[in-house]
Structures are given as C-alpha cells and as structure tokens.
C-alpha cells in the first residue's frame, strides 16, 4: 500500500504543495508587522469606544490565531478592566457569506468568558454577540459600580457565572442569565442610609433586550434575612451613562432584628402585601432613582 501511494502520480505534487503551505505560514509567522498590528488595534478600540487602550504583547499563531496578552483599558486616565489573556481565531470560512466570526477566549476579572463575535462586512459592524462567564470574581466588577453607591469603598465578594446572546439588527435583541454564589455586601449606601454588611447571599438575574430596552424578568437577591425580588424595565446595560428611565416593581421580605430599622425607614414607601412583605415601585431614572408607593404597580401584585 505504501509504494503505490509513493508511485501515485498525485504524491509529488502533493509533497511540493504541503512543502510550500509550510514555508508560507513560517515566512507569515516570522515577518507579520507585530508591532503595528497591536497599534492598529489600540487605535481602532480607542476611536470605536470611549476608552483608552493599552496592550503589552500581540503575537499571532501560523493557524491564524490571535493572541492579545496584558490589555488595559482606561477611562479619565482610571484603569476599568485587566484582560489577561485574549485569544481571537477568526473563522475564514465565513468570509464565504458575508460574515466574519471571531470565537474568542478571555481570561478577564479572575475567571473566563468564552464566546463568539459575527461581523458583517456589509455594515462593518457587529451583527451578533454571544458568550458564556464563569468564575468571575465579583470584587473585580466593583470599579464599574457607580461611586454614590458607597461613602466609604464599596466591598462586594462572589462568584459570577452565566451567559448572553445578542444580536445587532440593526435593533438590539437578545436575553441574558446570570447567577452570583457566595455573595457579600459591605459598605452600601443609597442617599446617606448605610447598609448593614450582607454574607452568604445568592442573587440571579435574568431577563431580555428588545426595543430599545432591558427587561427584567426575574432579579432576585436572597439570603441573611433578606429576600428582594425585582422586575420591570431600565436602560439597554450600554447606554446606562446617558441616563434613562427606569420603571421597577419590587418585592421585599426582611426578617431578624437588624433589619427592624429598615422597615420603620421603607414604610413610607412601600405597601404591605401580607406574610411581611413589602411592595413598591422603583421609579425615575438610573442615575436620580427613586421609592414609590404604587398600588397600582402590576409587577408588585
């Protein structure tokens, strides 16, 4: 068998073609302009968003992987988010239909996200996102928390995992679930009332993005004598900075003798609905919210 595949006339042509794929992918890997490729994308992440970029290493595989080490982004000079490790391995294939899928892996605030971008090359922008979290350290996150949330460094500990999918066309639709184990509050204040320090907590959150908002169809947040429960509609996550209305019911449930403050301060506007729990609506807008005593509010019944 193995002198007729030596003798087959397609042997030495297929030797000479493997042999010249081999130099090829050697001769791209050792003279791809590395270093203005990593300036390219620095420039393209700081013109596309309202970051400042800075990446220690770019190198790229011969099987066309791209590998991003040590990438910082920045806003008013502040670093916001550490990836560690980014690895992109476009899909060449799909340049065939108009596309470009890019499935990466990011090693990003202590755990892993691994997912899959879809470019359009007719819009020359994202079509599709979707990705799966695990393991994320919920005391990373705690810098993209807005600072009126804490008078002294607001402390969050746990684990976050979950995932997303969402496509760009050109309307924002998509759903999203996320779960937090183990989680713990400390130093939380809203509008000067000092939060006692929450432990052992498990919170989920789960909802979908469709016209031009985020509905929230199960927040719940439960454990050490506190069971809250939230639904409603905000701001698309990515347009929070530009404000929008919010429009939250809640149900609230607190029970042992730390909490006995929270009832006489939340009373006035919340609504007893029996068994200890309290009902209410969340109104105005993310940046300026506010309690309401809402009878009316379908998302408390």
Same mark, same amino acid.
């Given at each position: 068998?193995?002198?007729?595949?030596?003798?087959?006339?397609?042997?030495?042509?297929?030797?000479?073609? &493997?042999?010249?794929?081999?130099?090829?992918?050697?001769?791209?890997? &050792?003279?791809?302009?590395?270093?203005?490729?990593? #300036?390219?994308?620095?420039?393209?992440?700081?013109?596309?968003?309202?970051?400042?970029?800075?990446?220690?290493?770019?190198?790229?595989?011969?099987?066309?992987?791209?590998?991003?080490?040590?990438?910082?982004?920045?806003?008013?000079?502040?670093?916001?988010?550490?990836?560690?490790?980014?690895?992109? +391995?476009?899909?060449?294939?799909?340049?065939?239909?108009?596309?470009?899928?890019?499935?990466?892996?990011?090693?990003?605030?202590?755990?892993?996200?691994?997912?899959?971008?879809?470019?359009?090359?007719?819009?020359?922008?994202?079509? +599709?996102?979707?990705?799966?979290?695990?393991?994320?350290?919920?005391?990373?996150?705690?810098?993209?928390?807005?600072?009126?949330?804490?008078?002294? +460094?607001?402390?969050?500990?746990?684990?976050?995992?979950?995932?997303?999918?969402?496509?760009?066309?050109?309307?924002? #639709?998509?759903?999203?679930?996320?779960?937090?184990?183990?989680?713990?509050?400390?130093?939380?204040?809203?509008?000067?009332?000092?939060?006692?320090?929450?432990?052992?907590?498990?919170?989920?959150?789960?909802?979908?993005?469709?016209?031009?908002?985020?509905?929230?169809?199960?927040?719940?947040?439960?454990?050490?004598? &506190?069971?809250?429960?939230?639904?409603?509609?905000?701001?698309?996550?990515?347009?929070?900075? +530009?404000?929008?209305?919010?429009?939250?019911?809640?149900?609230? #449930?607190?029970?042992?003798?730390?909490?006995?403050?929270?009832?006489?301060?939340?009373?006035?506007?919340?609504?007893?609905?029996?068994?200890?729990?309290?009902?209410?609506?969340?109104?105005?807008?993310?940046?300026?919210?506010?309690?309401?005593?809402?009878?009316?509010?379908?998302?408390? #019944?």
């Amino acid at each position: 068998m193995r002198e007729k595949i030596v003798k087959s006339k397609h042997f030495v042509p297929s030797c000479y073609s &493997l042999f010249f794929v081999i130099v090829f992918l050697v001769s791209f890997y &050792l003279t791809f302009p590395v270093e203005s490729f990593r #300036q390219r994308i620095i420039s393209e992440i700081e013109t596309r968003t309202p970051f400042k970029a800075d990446i220690k290493k770019v190198n790229i595989s011969p099987i066309f992987s791209l590998n991003i080490h040590n990438m910082k982004l920045y806003k008013a000079e502040k670093q916001l988010l550490n990836i560690d490790e980014l690895k992109i +391995r476009p899909s060449l294939f799909s340049l065939f239909f108009g596309t470009l899928n890019l499935p990466f892996k990011a090693c990003v605030l202590g755990g892993e996200t691994i997912g899959t971008l879809i470019y359009s090359k007719r819009t020359k922008h994202i079509e +599709r996102a979707e990705a799966k979290i695990t393991s994320v350290k919920v005391e990373k996150i705690t810098p993209f928390i807005p600072a009126n949330l804490g008078n002294k +460094r607001l402390s969050m500990q746990g684990f976050l995992e979950g995932n997303f999918s969402i496509a760009f066309n050109p309307e924002p #639709q998509g759903d999203f679930a996320f779960d937090i184990s183990k989680l713990g509050i400390k130093n939380l204040r809203v509008r000067g009332f000092l939060f006692p320090e929450f432990i052992n907590m498990e919170s989920s959150f789960k909802g979908k993005i469709e016209n031009e908002v985020t509905k929230i169809e199960d927040l719940k947040l439960e454990g050490d004598g &506190l069971d809250l429960v939230i639904v409603g509609t905000m701001p698309l996550l990515w347009k929070v900075k +530009r404000g929008g209305v919010i429009d939250l019911g809640l149900k609230l #449930q607190l029970t042992g003798p730390k909490f006995a403050v929270f009832k006489r301060v939340l009373a006035p506007y919340l609504v007893p609905q029996g068994n200890g729990i309290l009902g209410g609506k969340i109104a105005g807008t993310f940046h300026n919210p506010r309690l309401v005593k809402d009878l009316n509010n379908p998302n408390t #019944q």
